[in-house]
């Protein structure tokens, strides 16, 4: 059975960093690019950054790019999102999502999510 | 950026209803459309991908349609368990975008 399990969430100060760890199990993880996407408060889903089998092809959302840094650990089943000079726009439910297959952008699993609050 | 416009926002329906969900691309993404669907206080859940193929596990009572730039999402006999927020999302460009949801709410 596939699981992923977030960690890492907490309150932060704005300018602040976090960051977050999802566990794999169940499946083949180095075989499955990864993703994650977020939820604020009451709203939609929103996706954040996606990484490719290998750590090497790596995507963002402008609105995180060049303050999060996607990356995996294939020998511990393990995707980190490193995330860096945090905003208050930043306060959101992470979820990470396994694709489907190579290059599909489906997702067909999802962690439970951890929260994240940017906040002084 | 490709976005993506959910109508209603609000759906209002009795158990054994159909419903029937819109999500309107900006441009055309030919078939890669997804459909999910989302619980309060739980992760979403695939249903649909590729605009019409269902998820493993989904219930025939779901099903998608659509290519190009409008698509459906329709849920011939509403269960009670299928009252929840339905986001579609695009798979076919960086950056990949969801809807803004339709909540489906019990009348």
């Known amino acids: 059975e596939v699981h992923l399990l977030e960690s890492g969430g907490g309150l932060v100060q704005p300018g602040g960093s976090l960051r977050l760890s999802c566990e794999a199990s169940?499946?083949?993880?180095?075989?499955?690019?990864m993703t994650w996407v977020r939820q604020a408060p009451g709203k939609g889903l929103e996706w954040v950054s996606s990484i490719d089998t290998s750590g090497l092809e790596r995507y963002y959302a402008d609105s995180v790019k060049g303050r999060f840094t996607v990356s995996r650990d294939n020998s511990k089943n393990t995707l980190h999102l490193q995330m860096n000079s945090l905003r208050a726009e930043d306060t959101a439910v992470y979820y990470c999502?396994?694709?489907?297959?190579?290059?599909?952008?489906?997702?067909?699993?999802w962690g439970q999510g951890t929260l994240v609050t940017v906040s002084s | 950026e490709i976005v993506l416009t959910q109508s209603p926002a609000t759906l209002s329906l009795s158990p054994g209803d159909r419903a029937t969900l819109s999500c309107r691309a900006s441009?055309?993404?030919?078939?890669?459309l997804v459909w999910y669907q989302q619980k309060p206080g739980q992760a979403p859940r695939l249903l649909i991908y590729?605009?019409?193929n269902r998820a493993t596990g989904i219930p025939v009572r779901f099903s998608g349609s659509g290519s190009g730039t409008d698509f459906t999402l329709t849920i011939s006999s509403l269960e009670p368990e299928d009252f929840a927020v339905y986001y579609c999302?695009?798979?076919?460009?960086?950056?990949?975008?969801f809807g803004q949801g339709t909540r489906l709410e019990i009348k």
């Open positions: 169940g499946f083949t993880f180095r075989n499955y690019p």
């Open positions: 999502a396994k694709y489907s297959g190579s290059g599909t952008r489906v997702f067909d699993y």
């Open positions: 441009q055309s993404i030919s078939s890669s």
């Open positions: 999302q695009q798979r076919s460009n960086w950056p990949i975008t």
């Open positions: 590729d605009a019409s």
